[in-house]
Nanobody
Framework: QVQLVESGGGSVQAGGSLRLSCKVSGYTYNSFCMGWFRQAPGKEREGVARFNTGSRTQYYADSVKGRFTISRDSAANTVFLQMNSLEPEDTAIYYC???????????????????WGRGTQVTVTS
Protein backbone atom coordinates (compact mmCIF):
# COMPACT_ATOMS: atom_id res chain seq x y z
CA GLN A 1 0.00 0.00 0.00
CA VAL A 2 1.31 3.45 -0.91
CA GLN A 3 1.76 5.79 2.04
CA LEU A 4 2.98 9.38 2.28
CA VAL A 5 3.99 10.79 5.66
CA GLU A 6 4.84 14.48 6.11
CA SER A 7 6.99 15.84 8.90
CA GLY A 8 8.93 18.96 9.80
CA GLY A 9 6.13 21.44 10.44
CA GLY A 10 6.09 23.78 13.38
CA SER A 11 5.87 27.38 14.52
CA VAL A 12 8.48 29.94 13.49
CA GLN A 13 8.84 33.71 13.43
CA ALA A 14 8.60 35.61 10.18
CA GLY A 15 11.87 35.42 8.30
CA GLY A 16 12.68 31.98 9.64
CA SER A 17 13.04 28.66 7.85
CA LEU A 18 11.57 25.18 7.95
CA ARG A 19 12.22 22.03 5.96
CA LEU A 20 9.29 19.72 5.36
CA SER A 21 9.83 16.05 4.54
CA CYS A 22 7.55 13.58 2.78
CA LYS A 23 8.52 9.93 3.12
CA VAL A 24 7.03 7.72 0.41
CA SER A 25 6.48 4.02 1.09
CA GLY A 26 5.23 1.35 -1.28
CA TYR A 27 6.09 3.20 -4.51
CA THR A 28 9.55 2.82 -6.04
CA TYR A 29 9.23 3.85 -9.69
CA ASN A 30 11.97 6.13 -10.96
CA SER A 31 9.77 8.73 -12.65
CA PHE A 32 6.62 10.25 -11.17
CA CYS A 33 5.29 13.59 -9.97
CA MET A 34 5.40 14.91 -6.44
CA GLY A 35 3.54 18.00 -5.32
CA TRP A 36 3.30 20.16 -2.22
CA PHE A 37 -0.04 21.82 -1.50
CA ARG A 38 -1.26 23.96 1.37
CA GLN A 39 -4.59 24.96 2.84
CA ALA A 40 -5.27 27.75 5.30
CA PRO A 41 -8.50 27.99 7.33
CA GLY A 42 -11.33 29.34 5.20
CA LYS A 43 -9.32 29.11 1.98
CA GLU A 44 -9.12 26.58 -0.81
CA ARG A 45 -6.19 24.24 -1.20
CA GLU A 46 -3.49 25.66 -3.44
CA GLY A 47 -0.45 24.20 -5.12
CA VAL A 48 2.90 25.38 -3.81
CA ALA A 49 5.51 23.35 -5.69
CA ARG A 50 5.74 20.27 -7.87
CA PHE A 51 8.59 18.12 -9.13
CA ASN A 52 9.07 15.39 -11.73
CA THR A 53 11.47 12.85 -10.26
CA GLY A 54 12.69 11.67 -13.67
CA SER A 55 13.23 14.92 -15.55
CA ARG A 56 13.75 16.93 -12.34
CA THR A 57 11.63 19.76 -13.71
CA GLN A 58 10.28 22.03 -10.99
CA TYR A 59 7.45 24.50 -10.59
CA TYR A 60 6.77 27.05 -7.87
CA ALA A 61 3.76 29.21 -7.21
CA ASP A 62 4.47 32.92 -7.65
CA SER A 63 3.81 33.50 -3.96
CA VAL A 64 6.72 31.27 -2.91
CA LYS A 65 9.11 31.47 -5.86
CA GLY A 66 12.60 32.38 -4.72
CA ARG A 67 11.86 31.36 -1.14
CA PHE A 68 10.88 27.66 -1.37
CA THR A 69 12.82 24.79 -2.96
CA ILE A 70 11.56 21.28 -3.69
CA SER A 71 14.05 18.40 -3.84
CA ARG A 72 14.27 14.63 -3.54
CA ASP A 73 16.51 12.07 -1.90
CA SER A 74 15.95 9.12 -4.23
CA ALA A 75 17.76 6.61 -2.04
CA ALA A 76 15.52 7.47 0.90
CA ASN A 77 12.44 7.92 -1.32
CA THR A 78 11.82 11.23 0.40
CA VAL A 79 10.78 14.60 -1.02
CA PHE A 80 11.62 17.84 0.76
CA LEU A 81 10.29 21.36 0.75
CA GLN A 82 12.84 23.86 2.03
CA MET A 83 11.02 27.03 3.09
CA ASN A 84 13.06 30.18 3.70
CA SER A 85 12.05 33.77 4.48
CA LEU A 86 8.72 32.56 5.81
CA GLU A 87 5.84 35.02 6.04
CA PRO A 88 2.62 34.95 8.10
CA GLU A 89 0.75 34.37 4.83
CA ASP A 90 2.52 30.99 4.57
CA THR A 91 0.61 29.70 7.62
CA ALA A 92 -1.33 26.61 6.54
CA ILE A 93 -1.48 22.86 6.67
CA TYR A 94 0.97 21.54 4.10
CA TYR A 95 0.28 18.31 2.23
CA CYS A 96 2.46 16.23 -0.05
CA UNK A 97 0.93 14.29 -2.92
CA UNK A 98 2.07 11.75 -5.51
CA UNK A 99 0.87 11.33 -9.10
CA UNK A 100 1.69 8.01 -10.72
CA UNK A 101 1.83 9.43 -14.24
CA UNK A 102 5.11 11.31 -14.90
CA UNK A 103 3.73 14.39 -16.64
CA UNK A 104 6.28 16.81 -18.05
CA UNK A 105 5.62 19.25 -16.57
CA UNK A 106 3.77 17.78 -13.61
CA UNK A 107 0.05 18.49 -13.50
CA UNK A 108 -0.96 21.50 -11.44
CA UNK A 109 -4.44 20.21 -10.55
CA UNK A 110 -4.77 18.59 -7.16
CA UNK A 111 -7.24 16.02 -8.50
CA UNK A 112 -4.49 14.64 -10.75
CA UNK A 113 -2.63 13.28 -7.73
CA UNK A 114 -3.31 9.74 -6.60
CA UNK A 115 -1.96 9.59 -3.05
CA TRP A 116 -1.88 12.16 -0.25
CA GLY A 117 -0.29 12.56 3.11
CA ARG A 118 -2.26 13.68 6.14
CA GLY A 119 -0.58 17.07 6.37
CA THR A 120 1.73 18.98 8.69
CA GLN A 121 0.94 22.34 10.28
CA VAL A 122 3.14 25.36 9.54
CA THR A 123 2.54 28.49 11.59
CA VAL A 124 4.47 31.72 10.97
CA THR A 125 4.16 34.51 13.52
CA SER A 126 4.80 38.17 12.78
Amino acid sequence: QVQLVESGGGSVQAGGSLRLSCKVSGYTYNSFCMGWFRQAPGKEREGVARFNTGSRTQYYADSVKGRFTISRDSAANTVFLQMNSLEPEDTAIYYCALAKYPWQPCNAADNAYDYWGRGTQVTVTS
